[in-house]
């Protein structure tokens, strides 16, 4: 071999079992790497979308006027702007019954962004489970590859009078390719895993933060609508920051 490792030689001297098993790694990397690139896209598609709606939330729009806006965007409105539609439109839903319970007003309108919270959290989840699974179980694949590799150099040995280094280290190194491709295939998956959780972990804080903001701008909005002395009720706003 002249000092050189000719991997794809190495490959095609492999036995079938370790082909196989470097043909499902392969199949794990190439989808990792699909889901990694989709994922990173869609993380950062949310956190953009949460930074627009926020500052056009917390410029003292009107809530209505607002939410007529992301209504009108049908299926495309996601991230913050769905927990709100869905808030806000549970919120005019309670007060249109004229009920005179404001904390079941309340209950009702959170109750109503926690669900729609949860459906965007699980949006942007999807797939991470695959990176987990693939980081967890490529090392074990390729060590099985190897395993398996090594054995059948070592029993092809048995049929020899006289073994020595050169004779056994086509096999085995034959069989440690397995298990540098699940390095390969495990290291990526394993840290777009743990860099996308983090990143999902804080659009969560994200979420629950405006949550609890938009239901305290909802409990103003309520007591101020309730009181008497307003000569003329003004549209429900958000206070700008």
């Known amino acids: 071999m002249n000092g050189s490792i000719n991997i794809l030689d190495l490959v095609i001297h492999a036995s079938l079992p370790v082909k196989l098993v470097l043909l499902i790694l392969v199949i794990?990397?190439?989808t990792s790497w699909v889901i990694i690139f989709r994922k990173k896209a869609m993380l950062d598609a949310a956190t953009r979308d949460a930074d627009d709606f926020e500052e056009r939330f917390w410029s003292g729009v009107d809530l209505a006027a607002l939410f007529r806006e992301v209504s009108h965007r049908g299926g495309d409105?996601?991230?913050l702007a769905a927990v709100f539609e869905s808030g806000f439109?549970?919120?005019v839903r309670q007060r249109q019954r004229d009920s005179e319970d404001r904390r079941a007003v309340l209950e009702a309108a959170e109750r109503a962004m926690r669900v729609a919270g949860t459906r965007e959290i699980e949006k942007l989840e999807r797939n991470l489970e695959y990176l987990a699974n693939v980081g967890s179980i490529s090392t074990y694949v390729g060590l099985f590859g190897t395993v398996w590799g090594i054995m059948i150099a070592f029993q092809g040995l048995g049929t020899l009078k006289q073994a020595t280094i050169a004779t056994v280290a086509p096999g085995i190194s034959e069989a440690?390719?397995?298990t540098a491709m699940g390095l390969f295939a495990a290291i990526p998956a394993v840290w777009?895993?743990?860099r996308y959780s983090?990143?999902?972990?804080?659009?969560t804080i994200r979420y629950d933060t405006f949550q609890e903001?938009?239901?305290s701008?909802?409990?103003r909005q309520m007591h101020a609508d309730d009181q008497p002395a307003a000569p003329a009720p003004e549209r429900a706003k958000a206070p700008a920051r």
């Open 28 to 30: 794990f990397s190439f």
């Open 77 to 79: 409105a996601g991230g």
């Open 89 to 91: 439109r549970e919120f």
């Open 176 to 178: 440690l390719v397995a």
């Open 192 to 194: 777009a895993y743990n």
């Open 198 to 203: 983090t990143r999902l972990e804080r659009i």
């Open 213 to 215: 903001e938009f239901s």
């Open 217 to 219: 701008v909802l409990q």
